[in-house]
Structures are given as C-alpha cells and as structure tokens.
C-alpha cells in the first residue's frame, strides 16, 4: 500500500511515494476479515518512478499534497489470491 504525493510543474519534483508493505504477518490469508491498522508514521519513503526513470528517496514526500492510494502486488505474485478491502479510514 501506498500514498504518492502530486507531481507539480517542477521539473526537479517527482511523484514521491510512502509505503507499508501489507504481509501475512499484518494480514493473514486465512479466508477471515482482519482490522489492519497502518499508522502513517511508519510508512517509509521509497522513491519515484517518474518519466521512465527510478528517483531513490529524498526526503521530499509531500503529506499535503496526496494524489493516490494505492494498492498493488509489487512484492509476489497474486495470481488466485483475493483481497477484499472495506471501510478505508483515514483518522487521527
């Protein structure tokens, strides 16, 4: 799961992003709904990919300036699994 902040016209900014990687040990797939808290604190900045290119982190994630959530399968193959998402918050 990840944020990527905005890409503005910048041409040194990039759509930094802020990941937790969602495993087994967060989430098990045991067929059962799980409450998976990720604390935003504890997201780690991992770069950019931006014009074909891979930008290493910076330090530049911007939290006020968020464009997407994302969820993908960057770290194995998903093929037959399913994941069900409900009742995305966002909260203090």
């Known amino acids: ?3 990527v902040d905005t ?4 041409p040194a900014d990039h ?10 040990n967060i989430a098990p797939r045991d067929g059962q ?5 990720l ?4 997201l780690t900045e991992q770069g950019s990919w931006d014009n074909e290119t ?13 464009d997407a959530l994302v969820f993908d399968a960057q770290q194995g ?10 009742d995305i918050r966002i909260t203090e």
């Open 1 to 3: 799961m990840r944020f």
């Open 7 to 10: 890409k503005t016209d910048d």
């Open 15 to 24: 759509p930094w992003r802020m990941r937790q990687v969602i495993s087994t």
């Open 33 to 37: 709904w799980h409450h998976v808290r």
């Open 39 to 42: 604390p935003l604190q504890d």
């Open 54 to 66: 891979w930008y290493n982190p910076q330090g530049d994630f911007d939290w006020a300036a968020i």
């Open 77 to 86: 193959n998903l093929q037959g699994v399913q994941l069900w998402f409900d």
